[in-house]
């Protein structure tokens, strides 16, 4: 039988590398079938969609072995351009995907790359912004859409172009978890309206598993060491998945946590509900006493910002305490990262005072507020100073009068903790995704600031690294440290937090602990774009269907 | 509003040809006249925000007058005694004052005929027109297009870099010299995420079929009309009314 794609023996090896990204990877695909490409970073996922959107072997620097046809037809022996006829692609990165300014001119960009005449591409424009719910965006500038929205028009205009192949790039990577379940609800509904095969590479399963019921698996080696139904991976492979990094969803993370030997774990809510097993439901941490007479270490009393004529905060007031771990939570544009960086002391309030130590922050020395207020960025790179990564580790002690071998020992000793020992000349560019994330939380270890604010840390990184950074914040938590994290993840508030405080429209709309903010009706958590996290959803499913038991017999 | 919808690649191709017109003329009086008829024709035709343009235009007319005094100030000795100008008490050779004048006007002259261009043109239909009139290879124009897209992004970089190293501690700058050590930090991170950005989105761009090819079709249409021509011949009337008045008065 002739498959719509025929990879065969592909081996792909860049200049200047010594492995392989890909080693003899085999695998057909049948029109209008579709798999879920799954694989850790660096695993060469992107790698194979550039072999298959035809780009490589044409734009390659290096060496690539075997063939790939689509169609019938090999790589390449086709035209440069000719392939985005049948294959489509939608990248991770929702900043870097457009070449024009508005949404209609970005939609007809690919329409005037095939060349379709000009008295059919309105239609087919409009066409193409219907299917992702985008129509009334059509003269919208790109730079005023949102991440999730950014992500539909990248979709819109593949569409645009019909191809029989759509390849997502982990699209998700870079949305907050409500776009991201967005996206995927649209693909889904796409997928029953139009006919063409799909390939979703991604390194977390949560939300694609009823989209695709096949699987293909990539090890660290770029090699395929598994295709086939979905669930059989899970529950014979679940050991070799973690170790290759690659995330079950968290729904099965938690049912398999309990029970281990599970036959056929649930993968989403929806399966769960259907037969509902015990999970252990957490017992938060009790909010820490504030002390009646210990003075709070930061206050914020009745600040507002705003810029130019834009208001962006109101009237906030805020106290935290010595060793709190707070999250703010809130939609995008509420004036969270505003807030953080007003706390940090970045920017000047509008009206209103924030007191570190019961002192103004106007009255600090900056080098001194340096040493007591730490920020993390969302990307690490931003805050690289030096040239090496023992350097930028060591950077936080030169205000400490330390000798220098003690230095060289304390150093050591972070880097060691954060598993960049063998790495300590390398430059801080020059590292993985993972590992710079590590680093610039190596250098805030060091620099030991009693409060610590993140803007996002867990965006757009891998699960992996996500974990790795979760794991030393909360040591560094308790440690004695205090720390206010800025996160559109549910699951980290739940997990971690011991405050959460969420921001709507430049206010504070709720103050509280995170075990009662879920207990708040559905109704107005959908307003503030929060949602249960996946532990207590499936935790009020099974008292659910416990107390029906119990009523019943 | 007329010169808005003009053909922005026959717009821009007769204020070229007309400042090279300008750069042939060297008494005062034709680039004065043909100055307010350029000014006449940017609020009469373009309806062009005054505010704004005084703003954008200022700049230029200090340029314009430091150019004046320094060419009248270091101008030679007279050869006619007799023919002098007099203002601020201090006589200067008529000759010289003419041409500083004429030198002035030029100035002024350049900076209305480009202010009119650029307040009654969108860049992104300059470009496209380039491309369809004047043969702009795509590549080129396109790259400029992404490139256009890239600047709010790359200023925004910055600002986030700048408060990241702050927090840090490094940007304590008071000398000049520290800030320009600063800024040389950092270059590194913001030329690091440039390259991936551009090199991210050229690879979107050919997976959307962009090849560079001239072959192409365009979604906005630019085309030369009839009335695209009545601009050259506004200005060119214009020009030739200038001049013809500045023979008559020698």
């Known amino acids: 039988m002739n498959a719509f794609v025929h990879v065969e023996e592909l081996s792909l090896r860049y200049e200047m590398h010594k492995k392989n990204v890909l080693s003899s990877v085999n695998f057909t695909l049948n029109s209008g079938e579709s798999v879920l490409l799954l694989g850790p970073s660096g695993s060469g996922k992107s790698t194979l969609t550039f072999c298959l959107n035809g780009i490589f072997p044409r734009e390659l620097d290096g060496e690539m072995e075997g063939q790939v046809s689509i169609n019938g037809i090999?790589?390449?022996?086709?035209?440069?351009?000719?392939?985005?006829?049948?294959?489509?692609?939608?990248?991770?990165?929702?900043?870097?995907?457009?070449?024009?300014?508005?949404?209609?001119?970005?939609?007809?960009?690919?329409?005037?790359?095939?060349g379709i005449p000009p008295q059919e591409m309105e239609e087919r424009i409009d066409y193409a912004l219907e299917l992702v719910q985008m129509k009334d965006l059509k003269t919208a500038d790109i730079a005023t859409l949102s991440g999730g929205q950014k992500q539909?028009?990248?979709?819109?205009?593949?569409?645009?172009?019909?191809?029989?192949?759509?390849?997502?790039?982990?699209?998700?990577?870079?949305?907050?978890?409500?776009?991201?379940?967005?996206?995927?609800?649209?693909i889904k509904k796409l997928k029953n309206k139009l006919d063409f095969g799909l390939i979703v590479i991604?390194?977390?399963?949560?939300?694609?598993?009823?989209?695709?019921?096949?699987?293909?698996?990539?090890?660290?080696?770029?090699?395929?060491?598994?295709?086939?139904?979905?669930?059989?991976?899970?529950?014979?492979?679940?050991?070799?998945?973690?170790?290759?990094?690659?995330?079950?969803p968290r729904v099965t993370q938690h049912v398999m946590r309990e029970n281990p030997h599970i036959e056929n774990p649930?993968?989403?809510?929806?399966?769960?509900?259907?037969?509902?097993?015990?999970?252990?439901?957490?017992?938060?941490?009790?909010?820490?006493?504030?002390?009646?007479?210990?003075?709070?270490?930061?206050?914020?009393?009745?600040?507002?910002?705003?810029?130019?004529?834009?208001?962006?905060?109101?009237?906030?007031?805020?106290?935290?305490h010595r060793g709190e771990f707070v999250a703010i939570a809130g939609p995008n544009g509420s004036g969270k990262t505003s807030l953080s960086r007003l706390l940090a002391g970045l920017r000047q309030p509008t009206k209103g005072d924030i007191y570190l130590h019961g002192k103004p922050l106007k009255q600090w020395k900056e080098s001194m507020l340096r040493?007591?207020?730490?920020?993390?960025?969302?990307?690490?790179?931003?805050?690289?100073?030096?040239?090496?990564?023992?350097?930028?580790?060591?950077?936080?002690?030169?205000?400490?009068?330390?000798?220098?071998?003690?230095?060289?020992?304390?150093?050591?000793?972070?880097?060691?903790?954060?598993?960049?020992?063998?790495?300590?000349?390398?430059?801080?560019?020059?590292?993985?995704q993972g590992?710079?994330?590590?680093?610039?939380?190596?250098?805030?270890?060091?620099d030991d600031q009693s409060l610590l604010l993140l803007d996002e840390p867990t965006f757009g990184q891998d699960a992996h690294s996500n974990q790795e950074l979760m794991n030393l914040l909360s040591k560094k938590h308790q440690d004695g440290a205090t720390l206010i994290m800025i996160t559109h993840d549910m699951d980290l508030i739940h997990e971690y937090a011991t405050r959460v405080i969420v921001i709507k429209d430049g206010k504070v709309a709720a103050d509280c602990s995170p075990a009662e903010l879920w207990k708040v009706e559905q109704g107005c958590l959908e307003k503030w774009q929060l949602e249960q996290p996946?532990?207590?959803?499936?935790?009020?499913?099974?008292?659910k269907e416990m107390e029906y038991v119990s009523t019943t017999t | 509003m007329f010169l808005q919808r003009l053909n922005p690649s026959v717009k821009a191709v007769t204020i070229i040809v007309f400042i090279i017109f300008l750069a042939m003329i060297f008494e005062p009086v034709t680039p004065l006249l043909f100055l307010m008829w350029t000014i006449f024709v940017t609020f009469i035709f373009g309806k062009v925000d005054v505010k704004k343009y005084l703003l954008y235009f200022a700049p230029f007319i200090i340029f314009a007058l430091g150019m004046f005094w320094t060419s009248i100030v270091f101008a030679d000795t007279p050869n006619h005694p007799d023919d002098a100008i007099r203002f601020f008490g201090i006589d200067f050779p008529k000759e010289s004052v003419l041409t500083a004048l004429a030198l002035t006007?030029?100035?002024?002259?350049?900076?209305?005929?480009?202010?009119?261009?650029?307040?009654?043109?969108?860049?992104?239909?300059?470009?496209?027109?380039?491309?369809?009139?004047?043969?702009?290879?795509?590549?080129?124009?396109?790259?400029?297009?992404?490139?256009?897209?890239?600047?709010?992004?790359?200023?925004?970089?910055?600002?986030?870099?700048?408060?990241?190293?702050?927090?840090?501690?490094?940007?304590?700058?008071?000398?000049?010299?520290?800030?320009?050590?600063?800024?040389?930090?950092?270059?590194?991170?913001?030329?690091?995420?440039?390259?991936?950005?551009?090199?991210?989105?050229?690879?979107?761009?050919?997976?959307?079929?962009?090849?560079?090819?001239?072959?192409?079709?365009?979604?906005?249409?630019?085309?030369?009309?009839?009335?695209?021509?009545?601009?050259?011949?506004?200005?060119?009337?214009?020009?030739?009314?200038?001049?013809?008045?500045?023979?008559?008065?020698?």
């Open chain 1, 74 to 114: 090999e790589n390449r022996n086709i035209k440069p351009g000719e392939r985005s006829k049948q294959v489509g692609v939608v990248f991770q990165d929702p900043e870097t995907q457009f070449c024009m300014l508005t949404v209609e001119d970005e939609v007809a960009f690919g329409l005037e790359n095939i």
């Open chain 1, 152 to 186: 539909k028009l990248a979709l819109a205009c593949i569409l645009a172009l019909e191809p029989e192949l759509l390849i997502l790039d982990e699209p998700t990577a870079n949305l907050d978890p409500l776009a991201t379940k967005d996206f995927i609800a649209t």
């Open chain 1, 202 to 248: 991604e390194h977390k399963l949560d939300g694609w598993t009823d989209i695709a019921e096949r699987a293909i698996l990539l090890n660290r080696q770029g090699e395929i060491f598994y295709d086939g139904p979905i669930r059989d991976v899970i529950r014979v492979k679940r050991t070799q998945l973690l170790e290759e990094g690659i995330w079950v």
């Open chain 1, 266 to 320: 649930p993968l989403t809510v929806e399966e769960y509900r259907q037969n509902p097993l015990p999970v252990v439901k957490r017992i938060s941490e009790p909010p820490v006493p504030a002390e009646n007479n210990a003075m709070p270490l930061l206050e914020a009393e009745n600040i507002s910002w705003s810029v130019g004529n834009h208001d962006i905060l109101h009237n906030i007031s805020l106290t935290f």
């Open chain 1, 371 to 432: 040493q007591e207020v730490g920020y993390v960025f969302q990307n690490p790179e931003h805050q690289f100073i030096t040239h090496t990564v023992y350097d930028e580790v060591a950077f936080g002690l030169r205000w400490k009068e330390i000798a220098e071998d003690q230095a060289r020992e304390k150093v050591e000793e972070v880097l060691k903790t954060c598993g960049l020992l063998d790495l300590s000349h390398a430059h801080p560019f020059s590292l993985s």
């Open chain 1, 435 to 446: 590992q710079k994330r590590r680093l610039s939380v190596a250098t805030m270890l060091i």
């Open chain 1, 534 to 543: 996946i532990a207590v959803q499936l935790s009020n499913i099974y008292e």
């Open chain 2, 105 to 250: 006007l030029r100035i002024l002259n350049v900076a209305a005929l480009s202010l009119l261009f650029v307040f009654t043109t969108n860049t992104v239909h300059f470009i496209l027109s380039m491309m369809q009139q004047l043969k702009l290879p795509p590549k080129i124009a396109y790259g400029v297009l992404a490139g256009y897209r890239f600047l709010p992004m790359l200023k925004d970089e910055l600002k986030l870099i700048h408060d990241a190293h702050r927090i840090r501690g490094v940007n304590q700058a008071k000398t000049v010299k520290e800030k320009w050590q600063n800024y040389k930090r950092y270059v590194i991170p913001l030329l690091a995420s440039a390259i991936r950005k551009a090199e991210r989105t050229a690879m979107a761009m050919e997976s959307k079929g962009f090849t560079g090819d001239k072959h192409r079709s365009f979604y906005r249409q630019f085309k030369i009309q009839k009335q695209d021509f009545i601009f050259p011949v506004l200005m060119l009337f214009g020009f030739m009314f200038s001049y013809l008045i500045a023979i008559q008065i020698g």
